[in-house]
């Protein structure tokens, strides 16, 4: 391989107040490698990218771009560097169309005097990127009608729409399918093999023994090590990361399932039909099968956000007669989205009020929120969960990607609803978190809670289920005990059986 470098950031330091996110960092990287950045969630990963993309202003250090120093002030600067970046949550203009968000602020005109858009060009343009990396969608199609892999479809086509020299990659593929993820790294190669680096971060250690070259570590915003991807193992990884071994990801403790807690009959919706299951008090049961088989419509239809068309849902044997997220929660159910940006959290709200979101009537005393009990359990949960700020009362939007997404649990166990729903609970966390919310989710098991888990990582699935669905184009179409819950297994019904 080519062993030119092209970047380097040395002694790179930035603090928000209160938190230094960057601490003498480091990082190099030669034309046309992947090179993958790793640490847990809040080590300072994206903050590095946003200020090797001119998101944020760097405090302290220096970057040498082919050899010679620059200054990035802003993503223009970043841009004639040819730097490009996909972030980690999306931002995507749902009333606009994919040409539209594609071609955003910078969208080819056919006269510059009138400054009128060249819509032709623009929409001939994305379809031919879109074509460029296999996806199937129109440039017209509204980005509101898109689930979120095909976002992050467009968003990856929006960064190569630009001349590229370095791209940055902030979790492409946590909620891709197997075939998206599979063009995506053939792109990936291809880019390197022009001389392109891609600089990726993933939580998926497996991704980076697929396409990494070399990998960074970094922990609590510090330069762990530099090694290379063949020279090195995940045990080595994960102990550069988090700084101590992890002996046990899964453990699954003897455990007794009581009574039905959640029942659907029939249950028949946009994208599901005739949907039968049964989740006990103390288990845990799984939804398996691809991206699209309508799992999370179903969980969303279950708790209300979605229509439901025929069919029952039951509570602890009780018919759910209205259904409406209000209605689920007071009926004692939780849900966690999958799309927590959105739908699970109020991002420029403090931490404390949205972890206490679901459950303020509870600290409510005559009529006044009691701060102090508020207060007490936001810092419970902090320390429970790991969550990496140094005050509950910042806004929600100051945490790292993975921390949001341990509110939107904690804001789900501060409840007294023992329904737990998960949509991809541990997308996006490291995998020192993840082994702590698996410990949880059974530990809340043992409790009697009944837990529903959609998940596309099949890992997942086998280490934490006591029983799993598996679904197929809107229909369950099989239903594995603890001792059949194999990958094959999945797969073969997620596919079906014949094609297997
Ligand atoms: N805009 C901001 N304001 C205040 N603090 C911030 C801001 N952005 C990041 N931080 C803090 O900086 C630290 C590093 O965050 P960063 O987002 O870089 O982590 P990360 O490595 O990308 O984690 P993850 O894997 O969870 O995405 C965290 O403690 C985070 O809370
Ligand atoms: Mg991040």
Known sequence: MDQEIVLQMRGISKSFPGVKALDDARLEVRRGEVHVLL????????????????????DEGEILYEGKPVEIRNIQDARKLGISIIHQELFMLAERNIAQNIYL?????????????????????????????????????????????????VEVVKALSVETKILIMDEPTSSLTKREIDALFAI?????????????????????????????????????????????????LVTMMVGRQIS?????????????????????????????????????????????????????????????????????GREMKRHSPRNSVEAGIGFLPEDRKSEGLIQQQPIKNNILQASMKRYFKRGLVDKKAEKELAERY??????ATPDVT?????????????????????????????????????????????????????EGYAILVVS??????????????????????????REEITAENIVSYAVGKEEA
């Not at 994208?271 to 939804?287: D, K, L, S």
């Not at 902090?382 to 969550?387: M, S």
């Not at 990582?457 to 809107?474: A, C, N």
């Open 456 to 481: 596309s990582d099949q890992m997942e699935l086998i280490g934490i289920s006591d029983r799993v669905y598996v679904m197929k184009d809107g229909e369950v179409v099989g239903e594995l005990g």
């Open 248 to 316: 046990q990801m899964y453990g699954r403790p003897e455990r007794r399932a009581g009574e039905v807690a959640l029942e659907t009959k029939d249950l028949t919706g946009l994208r599901f039909r005739n949907v039968n299951i049964r989740v006990r008090c103390g288990e845990i049961v799984g939804i398996g099968g691809l991206v699209g088989a309508g799992r999370t419509e179903l969980v969303k239809a279950i708790f209300g956000y979605d229509r439901i068309e025929s069919g029952k849902v039951f509570v602890h």
């Open 188 to 236: 990936v190669e291809s880019l390197c093999a022009q001389g392109i680096s891609v600089i990726y971060i993933s939580h998926r250690m497996e991704e980076i023994f697929r396409i990494g070259d070399r990998v960074t570590v970094m922990r609590d915003g510090k330069y762990v090590g530099t090694v290379n991807v063949k020279e090195t193992n995940m045990d080595q």
């Open 105 to 153: 602020g910078r969208e080819p005109l056919k006269n510059p005097y009138t400054r009128q858009i060249d819509e032709k060009k623009m929409r001939e343009d994305s379809k031919a990127l879109l074509a460029r990396l296999g996806v199937e969608l129109s440039p017209d199609t509204m980005v509101k009608e898109l689930s979120i892999a095909q976002q992050q479809m």
């Open 39 to 58: 640490g847990e969630n809040g080590a300072g990963k994206s903050t590095l990218m946003k200020v090797l993309s001119g998101v944020y202003l760097k």
């Open 382 to 387: 902090r320390g429970e969960l790991k969550i």
């Open 394 to 446: 910042r806004r929600v939007s100051a945490l790292s990607g993975g921390n949001q997404q341990k509110v939107v649990i904690a804001k789900w166990l501060c409840t007294e609803n023992r329904i737990l729903i998960f949509d991809e609970p541990t997308r996006g966390i490291d995998v020192g978190a993840k082994a702590e919310i698996y410990a949880l989710i059974g530990r809340l098991a043992g």
